[in-house]
């Protein structure tokens, strides 16, 4: 653990038990079961033999090959998500051309915006009522 630059906390987050249990493992107080020595060996990267007893085991060795095998699904994720957004990115750019284009329609559409009676007061001038 010590080598790894793990705190206790850390190692009963990812293991589920208990941090005072692990702190009486280091101190020799309690000895872990098969279970929990598995569930260490697995986080912690080395072989369960190694925990028992350092100088018989040895710290597992992971090769290039297992590395690029447990990386692979996440790399293609992120290569679909990095195609998602990129189509995201134009289907937001079409959008903003939409409402651009909206806005102008409707700047035109409107002719005397400020003064909007204007309008209603040159058809009446046109059109006077004969008394």
Not at 100 to 108: G, I, L
Request: with cysteine; glycine share 4%.
């Amino acid at each position: 653990m010590y080598e790894r630059n793990c705190r206790a906390i850390d190692v009963a987050n990812a293991t589920g038990i208990n941090p005072s249990v692990i702190c009486r493992y280091l101190s020799g107080t309690n000895k872990p079961s098969s279970d929990k020595i598995i569930a260490l060996a697995k986080y912690l990267l080395v072989s369960p033999e190694w925990l028992l007893d350092s100088s018989e085991g040895h710290m597992l060795d992971y090769s290039s090959k297992d590395i690029a095998k447990a990386t692979e699904p996440f790399l293609k994720q992120i290569e679909l998500q990095d195609k998602l957004i990129k189509s995201l990115e134009k289907d937001v750019g079409r959008l903003e051309a939409k409402v651009k284009k909206w806005e102008v329609y409707k700047a035109k559409k409107t002719k005397n915006p400020t003064k909007p009676n204007k309008q209603k007061v040159g058809f009446m001038k046109k059109h006077k009522l004969k008394k």
